[in-house]
């Protein structure tokens, strides 16, 4: 069955940076583009970055747009993404999630924890 | 990127039919999707496509869109139903955005 691991998260000053992993399994992980979507507490889903299977083509939501980075190895199976210029509003639970035809998040990780804190 | 509007909050009662709106600009140009997730735990997609349900996914989940709103619609409501709820649509040009999320209550 699907299997999707994010790590990486914790806590990191303002300004700082931080690469969070996501580990795929039971799927033929380069042949799905990926979501990264994030939500802070008690809040709602925000959508963060989108990486295509096919060209790699990156996709970015406003808010971390020229900040993160997402990016994907596919003899390894992994997910990544590079958080730069950290602010405390980017304090969040980050899920990776494979992509369905229709460019919707389909399956999704347990997420990790980024607390961006002084 | 899309702006979607959900209402906060939906009340229904038990075995009743639950409706929760999605608006947003032509949003019936694209496609819609539906997540449920209850506390501490991942969203869970259950409707994608505007209508389709994944495997697994029960038969009184239902989904529509047409115009500028995307409706889910939950037939024969049960306790376990409920949740907060968000949808979700991809613009091409701009990639992808949620709704602000609707906590459905069972009363």
């Known amino acids: 069955q699907v299997q999707l691991m994010e790590s990486g998260g914790g806590v990191v000053q303002p300004g700082g940076s931080l690469r969070l992993s996501c580990a795929a399994s039971?799927?033929?992980?380069?042949?799905?583009?990926m979501h990264w979507v994030r939500q802070a507490p008690a809040k709602g889903l925000e959508w963060v970055a989108f990486i295509h299977y096919a060209d790699n083509k990156e996709y970015y939501g406003d808010s971390v747009k020229g900040r993160f980075t997402i990016s994907r190895d596919n003899s390894k199976n992994a997910l990544y993404l590079h958080l730069n210029s950290l602010r405390p509003d980017d304090t969040a639970v980050y899920y990776c999630?494979?992509?369905?035809?229709?460019?919707?998040?389909?399956?999704w990780g347990p997420g990790t924890l980024v607390t961006v804190s002084s | 990127s899309f702006e979607l509007a959900q209402p906060p909050s939906v009340s229904v009662s038990p075995g009743q039919t639950a409706t929760i709106s999605c608006s947003g600009d032509?949003?019936?140009?694209?496609?819609a999707a539906w997540y449920q997730q209850k506390p501490g735990q991942s969203p869970v997609l259950v409707i994608f496509q505007d209508s389709k349900r994944p495997s697994g996914i029960p038969e009184r989940f239902s989904g529509s869109n047409s115009g500028n709103t995307a409706t889910l619609t939950i037939s024969e409501t049960q306790a376990v139903d409920e949740a907060e709820y968000y949808c979700?649509?991809?613009?091409?040009?701009?990639?992808?955005?949620f709704g602000g999320g609707t906590k459905l209550t069972v009363l």
């Open positions: 999630a494979n992509s369905g035809i229709n460019f919707n998040p389909d399956q």
């Open positions: 979700q649509a991809w613009d091409r040009r701009t990639g992808g955005a």
């Open positions: 039971g799927f033929a992980f380069s042949e799905y583009g």
């Open positions: 032509n949003l019936g140009d694209v496609f």
